[in-house]
């Protein structure tokens, strides 16, 4: 019932920014939470962002934490990935997804979620 897709991926510079979006359709939006994974080539998706359905409340992975924003947009269905200060270890194919309303702090895990996008490949160059 519910498509996700990505978008905003490229290659950047080290210390670059880029913003990722990902644009729902199919279902009310606005109800859920949302997340951001990412997968490096030979290794296990990683939890990146999420965000409550509302957009008051946000978590971050130690690792990009003061550097990625995640974000949403209700009125437009979708929600963004904005990422300063790249480095080339954040090199990885980005997957958003809606969560099936799980405890905020289970958002971690990729069980959480029901829905997910395709993927958008962010390559960070030195």
């Known amino acids: 019932q519910v498509q996700l897709v990505e978008s905003g991926g490229g290659l950047v510079q080290a210390g670059g920014s880029l913003r990722l979006s990902c644009a729902a359709s199919?279902?009310?939006?606005?109800?859920?939470?949302m997340g951001w994974f990412r997968q490096a080539l030979g290794k296990e998706r990683e939890f990146v962002a999420a965000?409550?359905?509302?957009?008051?409340?946000?978590q971050y992975a130690d690792s990009v934490k003061g550097r990625f924003t995640i974000s949403r947009d209700n009125a437009k269905n979708t929600v963004y990935l904005e990422m300063n200060s790249l480095k080339p270890e954040d090199t990885a194919v980005y997957y958003c997804?809606?969560?099936?309303?799980?405890?905020?702090?289970?958002?971690?895990?990729?069980?959480?979620?029901?829905?997910w996008g395709q993927g958008t490949q962010v390559t960070v160059s030195s």
């Open positions: 997804a809606q969560d099936r309303r799980m405890p905020w702090e289970l958002l971690i895990q990729e069980f959480s979620y029901n829905y």
């Open positions: 199919g279902r009310t939006f606005s109800t859920y939470a």
């Open positions: 965000i409550t359905w509302s957009g008051e409340r946000t």
